[in-house]
């Protein structure tokens, strides 16, 4: 095991200069990462035109109570797939812990749960998610594509999705505009 494995539940930001422009300031909730790879949703990027009441009525879910909020881009992997990053005072079929964040939900249950004014107290919608094979992560990590930040609820649900980025980086004392775009090898 490698320092980058077993990142759940941190939120993992883009390095600037990584080389690969669909995570350009990516802000990766880490959900899964174990030896058999890693999954993150994302939540620094919102889908333009893309509203979650829209989304519900597009699967036959009443939207009800649901507000009229913007869709994140989850990443590139399986865009039209939907995901639920939310507060632990809610559980579902399928729902998993990413502690000590939040949960992630990707069936209808939440969806309906949502709409019908049950459903948990702080949550976000993702459209996507980014995929890595088995120690693809850490071999990017290595060579200076991503830094893993704490995983801060505030950041999480109280910060606007343009100022995640900045925001994780700023929590972590460190800041943006100083960030180098390369790195040296010893």
């Not at 979650?52 to 036959?60: A, I, K, M, N, T």
């Not at 992997?77 to 729902?95: C, M």
């Amino acid at each position: 095991m490698t320092d980058a494995q077993f990142l759940s539940g941190r939120l993992l930001l883009a390095m600037p200069g990584m080389g690969d422009p669909r995570f350009d300031r990516s802000v990766n909730v880490m959900c899964v990462h174990d030896e058999h790879g890693a999954l993150g949703i994302g939540i620094g990027h919102l889908r333009p035109g893309v509203r979650f009441r829209d989304l519900l009525e597009d699967v036959g879910i009443d939207p009800g109570e649901a507000p009229d909020c913007p869709v994140h881009h989850g990443g590139p992997v399986e865009p039209g797939r939907g995901f639920v990053l939310h507060s632990t005072d809610w559980g579902g079929q399928g729902t998993l812990e990413v502690a000590p964040l939040c949960a992630l939900s990707a069936s209808l249950d939440v969806l309906k749960a949502i709409a019908e004014g049950r459903g948990p107290g702080r949550w976000l919608f993702a459209l996507g998610y980014a995929g890595w094979g088995p120690g693809q992560l850490d071999g990017e990590m290595r060579r200076h594509g991503w830094y893993a930040a704490a995983g801060r609820p505030a950041i999480l649900f109280d910060t606007p999705a343009e100022q995640r980025w900045s925001a994780a980086w700023k929590a972590e004392g460190i800041d943006p505009s100083l960030l180098a775009n390369v790195t040296g090898q010893a």
